[in-house]
């Protein structure tokens, strides 16, 4: 093999596994970028939950309490059906341990479309919508539940219609869709904030 061609191809080999070495470091970083936005989103859901006991407290009137307790119940019920699927997607692994998440996890999703647990987690997701709406009457909290719990259809950045579980959970890392999930979570603790403070409001 002539020189030139051998230093060419010494300079082709160096410049992939540099560009590989890149790309794993990406990757890495992208993957812990996500574990510390849940990481985030937990501890500040924590501090917000807090504040809702103290709110829940506050309200008085009967008739509003009844309907308060309602959300307590649906939207405590709710998270804990997230959690429940965020530890069947871990399947033992640690929820800290943000590298090993980096594998792609399809829990909803079948070669023939939606699994029976994709399925089941669009029918919550509207089921609790649903009941929320019944229990505000304001139009500025009806817009945030119907926002937050939407299962419509979305757009993309080239402004392709896309079903919503697959825009936001197909082909993600693990890690991607746990942050998901518990970015879920956390608006529907901010959501339960909003309507016990409508409430407060109402029975001044």
Known sequence: MKKPVLIILLLL???????SFLLVKSSRDVISAFGEMDNK?????VFVEKENDSLLNAIKD??????????DSLITNFKEY?????QEMLGGKGPKNYELMDQQNNMFFTERGLSEKGKEFITKTDQIREELLELVETPELET???NILSTGEVHDRDGRRRKWLEFNFKDFPLIASITRLTQMQSGVIILESDIYKNYIIGQE
Do not use: D, R, T
């Open 13 to 19: 080999i160096f410049i992939i596994s540099g560009i």
């Open 41 to 45: 989103l937990s501890k500040s859901s």
């Open 62 to 71: 009967e008739n509003l309490l009844v309907k308060a307790n309602q959300v």
């Open 82 to 86: 997230l959690e429940s699927i965020k």
């Open 144 to 146: 945030k539940i119907s």
